[in-house]
């Protein structure tokens, strides 16, 4: 079939599209995790987040998808929980590019530090935002200048987001500016340095 992977102690099974040898996924496959996204992101994410010569990993054990890179970077996972997706700072940076902008939160620039090092935004910090965000979505954290910042979940809708003072609007997952995670080449290669 295709390359295997070890990550985190799973085995991924990776395949490419366009297909280069046997064992690639077919365009029913890159069709359905476009279709996702564009249920999840609206109208032409799918395109967008997930440019043909993508790397799907599929689960060795379910046969279901579960991390999607483009050049060796994460776009993005598929949570088993709920079949949506959870972005990977490249999938945000790709989703900005669109027009109209969805499920977005404008920080004032007093957090933009905190919130890019992976902490949480808390409702005092937020300026401006999607009014359509529903508690528990996917939303990608940007600053006054619309610079991507972070990626994470929504705590509050978006009409609680501009309307609250206090608590936490976004569990923040990860920060454009936190220690870049192992890419997979360094785990197939060995890249990092051993400590």
């Not at 027009?99 to 939160?105: A, I």
């Not at 972070?150 to 003072?165: I, K, N």
Request: aromatic share 6%; net charge positive; charged share 30%.
């Amino acid at each position: 079939m295709g390359e295997n992977q070890i990550l985190n102690r799973v085995v991924y099974e990776r395949r490419t599209w366009p297909p280069t040898t046997g064992g690639s996924m077919s365009s029913d496959d890159l069709n359905r995790i476009r279709s996702i996204a564009d249920y999840q992101f609206g109208r032409s994410a799918g395109k967008a987040l997930f440019p043909d010569g993508v790397d799907v990993h599929l689960s060795r054990r379910t046969g279901r998808v579960r991390h999607i890179y483009f050049e060796d970077e994460l776009l993005a996972t598929l949570r088993p929980t709920d079949g949506l997706f959870s972005l990977g700072i490249q999938g945000a940076g790709r989703l900005l590019k669109l027009k109209p902008h969805r499920l977005w939160v404008k920080i004032l620039d007093d957090a933009r530090d905190f919130v890019s090092s992976g902490r949480s935004v808390f409702a005092k910090h937020v300026s401006d935002c999607d009014k359509e965000i529903r508690t528990g979505e996917e939303v990608v954290v940007v600053d006054g200048n619309r610079k991507l910042l972070a990626v994470g979940r929504a705590v509050l809708s978006g009409e609680e987001m501009r309307t609250f003072d206090q608590g936490v609007a976004i569990r923040v997952r990860r920060g454009v500016a936190e220690r870049r995670k192992r890419s997979i080449n360094e785990v197939r290669f060995g890249s990092i340095g051993s400590g």
